[in-house]
């Protein structure tokens, strides 16, 4: 599975790729350190008993809890010294994973939300969240009501059917987030605004980018899927100059790069032919991490009228990653 780190922090994943969903990045590393509680230097939470009648999705979840303890712990382990800035923020999330009893503690409080939304193709798709603390309940159930009206506008768009059969969010184990797979691991939301400041991406855009991931790797395509659903729920029309949220976009500027220039061609051309651009590149899969490829370039080219093409194609020489 490919995992979109889509963070304003240094991760590892993050080092080699773009770091491009908002706020500030990390600055030189240090030689924090953190040591698990327990002798020996190994969590080892033991597997609770997962009571019976719950959904296959959330059994498979739940079954999953210690082996993404293990992850997430690892990732906030080789984090923390890239992010000293952020070093209470990653202790705290530490502490709460190197509590032993954390798995049987989630199942036995059932820390966990169920929702649902209806793909196009009349199947339902469960957004399932599971959280580590009781004190995130109502903020993940809030995370999981983003989220639903999100997919039919992702599969409208692209007029295709969510890729995967069910969305899981482990939320707030870990600092930023990433996705992959239809699974998305979310800073919870406290946190995040509570270190960021108002000029933050919205953090329900974080998770509208990172579902959109799903269909889409690269980072500045996906960025207009995220803009166009975070404002579209939130009643704007597609007429992409009433979007109220758009990454600063400064519409029509020769500077304008990433985002910003798909802005400027869906303004150009107008949203029902960037749609279809977007499905005529979707073959492709732009991928990410990298810069548009001269084939995605000119897929995307030849779906526009020809009046339009040259001035499109410069903006797309501008996206970048
Ligand atoms: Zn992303």
């Given at each position: 599975m490919t995992r979109r780190a889509c963070s304003a922090l240094l991760s590892a994943t993050a080092l080699a790729a773009t770091i491009s969903c908002g706020g500030s990045s990390a600055t030189a590393p240090t030689s924090a350190t953190t040591t698990p509680t327990n002798s020996g230097g190994i969590i080892v939470w033991p597997q609770p008993a997962i009571p019976p009648g719950l959904s296959s999705s959330l059994t498979t979840m739940l079954q999953g809890l210690t082996v993404y303890f293990a992850q997430a712990l690892t990732s906030l382990q080789t984090d923390l010294p890239r992010n000293p800035q952020l070093a209470s923020q990653f202790q705290a999330k530490i502490v709460?994973?190197?509590?032993?009893?954390?798995?049987?503690?989630?199942?036995?409080?059932?820390?966990?939300?169920?929702?649902?939304?209806?793909?196009?193709?009349?199947?339902?798709?469960?957004?399932?969240?599971v959280f580590p603390v009781e004190g995130m309940r109502v903020e993940a159930a809030d995370a999981v009501h983003a989220l639903e009206p999100t997919m039919p506008l992702l599969e409208r768009f692209y007029n295709l059917p969510l890729p995967v059969s069910v969305v899981r969010v482990w939320y707030g184990f870990v600092l930023g987030n990433s996705s992959g797979g239809g699974t998305i691991y979310s800073e919870d939301r406290s946190g995040y605004e509570l270190r960021t400041t108002s000029t933050r991406l919205p953090y329900d855009a974080i998770l509208?980018?990172?579902?959109?991931?799903?269909?889409?790797?690269?980072?500045?395509?996906?960025?207009?899927?995220?803009?166009?659903?975070?404002?579209?729920?939130?009643?704007?029309?597609?007429?992409?100059?009433?979007?109220?949220?758009?990454?600063?976009?400064?519409?029509g500027a020769p500077s304008n790069t990433g985002v910003s220039a798909l802005l400027d061609i869906c303004q150009l051309i107008g949203f029902d032919a960037m749609q279809t651009a977007y499905r005529a590149i979707?073959?492709?899969?732009p991928a990410y991490g990298a810069v548009l490829s001269p084939n995605v370039i000119d897929a995307f080219v030849a779906s526009v009228p020809l009046a339009q093409q040259p001035a499109v194609r410069a903006k797309l020489d501008s996206v970048g990653f």
């Open positions: 709460i994973l190197q509590n032993e009893q954390l798995a049987v503690d989630i199942v036995n409080a059932h820390r966990w939300f169920e929702g649902q939304a209806t793909s196009t193709n009349a199947r339902v798709v469960p957004i399932i969240v509208t980018h990172e579902l959109g991931h799903t269909y889409m790797g690269h980072e500045s395509l996906n960025q207009f899927l995220e803009l166009y659903t975070y404002n579209a729920v939130r009643g704007a029309s597609t007429d992409v100059r009433s979007w109220s949220y758009t990454r600063s976009w400064s519409p979707y073959p492709l899969h």
